[in-house]
């Protein structure tokens, strides 16, 4: 099995900054993926950032420019910069990986518990 453990969390004034992390343990042959989820409340899930195995990044719009999401793959760790934030990215930020427990096996998604990020003044 796959852990993911996210830390950094919390509250912030807007315009500032907040720096999330998640490291992933277990039985990991190869981490294809890691990446950022958001949930506000009422809302559905949605991305927040993704870097792939060979250092490719994806943000949708509404983050470009503010987050930067990179990757330790050497401590199978990912992180978040968060800056400039808004009271709009107030949401449970979720962990998420792709990941091969074996040479032969498919990817697999898991989800971390969720770290709390709220920007209010």
């Known amino acids: 099995q796959v852990q993911l453990a996210e830390s950094g969390g919390g509250l912030v004034q807007p315009g500032g900054s907040l720096r999330l992390s998640c490291a992933a343990s277990g039985s990991i042959f190869f981490i294809n993926s890691m990446g950022w989820y958001r949930q506000a409340p009422g809302k559905q899930r949605e991305l927040v950032a993704a870097i792939i195995s060979g250092g490719n990044t994806e943000y949708p719009d509404s983050v470009k420019g503010r987050f930067t999401i990179s990757r330790d793959n050497a401590k199978n760790t990912v992180y978040l910069q968060m800056n400039s934030l808004k009271p709009e990215d107030t949401a449970v930020y979720y962990c998420?990986?792709?990941?091969?427990?074996?040479?032969?096996?498919?990817?697999?998604?898991?989800w971390g518990q969720g770290t709390q990020v709220t920007v209010s003044s």
């Open positions: 998420n990986s792709a990941v091969q427990i074996g040479p032969r096996t498919p990817s697999y998604v898991y």
